[in-house]
């Protein structure tokens, strides 16, 4: 798989910075376009801003916002 398919980045919502860097390096190194971010709350509010991308990576267990708030709202 390469990222040549994909029109937009891959969003990451993870509160776990191991796993946060580890996706976004593997897909990276893939040629895969990412915004990551650690806290779901901010990453809701850059979707609603306009932020644009192709797929979601989500944490389901996360602070403030699960990450099935996040999908939903998203």
Do not use: F, K
């Amino acid at each position: 798989m390469t990222g040549e398919n994909l029109e937009g980045p891959v969003l990451i919502v993870d509160d776990e910075p191991e796993w946060l860097q580890t996706l976004e390096t593997r897909l990276n190194e893939e040629g895969i376009l990412t915004i990551t971010y650690s806290d779901s709350a901010r990453a809701i509010d850059e979707v609603r801003g306009g932020l644009m991308y192709n797929v979601a990576l989500v944490d389901l267990c996360m602070p403030r916002y699960s990450g099935h708030d996040v999908i939903r709202i998203l």
